[in-house]
């Protein structure tokens, strides 16, 4: 099993559309997690980190599930500049803190 | 403005070489890492470095080495290039020490072993 696995896509929505993201990870000591956002011919970005708590910035909302091991990103109202491709990253902890594990990623094309 | 150079924006290689890929940050940052990207299976950690001269192997390191003599500089090593080294290499690099860290990546090197 990956340790980081998403649904690889992709999803072509229609400007204005929701769209939701999920992500699993294997390893239980995982202690941090992300949504990066890579464009086309680009390197990877932060988006937003995912509390436990779950946070919204804007039109971008994330959630943790640490029980079911499950990271999610809803993306609201989309935009054309939306179309990228969306990374979940978990962050090891443990004796391998620091380390950033990436999923396969999640390709997103909005279109007019 | 943080920034994460890599060497090269595109490199050709012979096979057999051995090639170096080199990465500089400007951030005082204790960890760096090297990944490389290819289509379907998204960025696979290769190596990983915490501090100067400590490094661990992260998903796929068979047929690289690093070096990492000071804190800025992190160089990822093909000992001999091969063919199926032909990828995407990205370098990173974050704070050590802060459980939610961002990382911050080159601009990538595309790595083509003819």
């Known amino acids: 099993r990956k340790e980081v696995e998403q649904d690889p896509g992709p999803f072509n929505v229609p400007e204005g559309a929701t769209v939701a993201f999920n992500c699993t990870y294997s390893?239980?000591?995982?202690?941090?997690f992300f949504w990066y956002r890579q464009d086309c011919r680009k390197e990877p970005k932060l988006l937003m980190s995912v509390y436990s708590s779950g946070n919204e910035d804007g039109r971008f909302t994330a959630q943790l599930n640490r029980a079911s091991q499950y990271i999610s990103l809803l993306i609201r109202d989309s935009k054309l500049s939306d179309s990228a491709t969306y990374l979940c990253?978990?962050?090891?902890?443990?004796?391998?803190?620091?380390?950033?594990?990436f999923g396969q990623g999640t390709i997103l094309t909005v279109h007019p | 403005d943080v920034k994460v150079t890599q060497s090269s924006r595109y490199l050709v290689k012979r096979t057999g070489e051995k090639v170096f890929l080199e990465c500089v940050q400007d951030m005082d940052h204790e960890n760096m890492f090297w990944y490389r990207q290819d289509p379907g299976l998204g960025l696979r950690l290769i190596y990983f470095s915490y501090d100067v001269k400590m490094k661990e192997k992260g998903d796929i390191p068979e047929g690289y080495s690093v070096s990492r003599e000071k804190k800025e500089r992190f160089s990822l090593i093909l000992e001999s290039a091969s063919t199926n080294q032909t990828s995407m290499y990205l370098c990173?690099?974050?704070?050590?020490?802060?459980?939610?860290?961002?990382?911050?990546f080159g601009q990538g090197t595309r790595l083509t072993v003819v």
């Open positions: 990253v978990v962050n090891a902890g443990g004796t391998s803190y620091g380390k950033l594990t």
């Open positions: 390893n239980s000591a995982s202690q941090s």
């Open positions: 990173a690099s974050s704070l050590r020490g802060r459980v939610y860290t961002e990382a911050f």
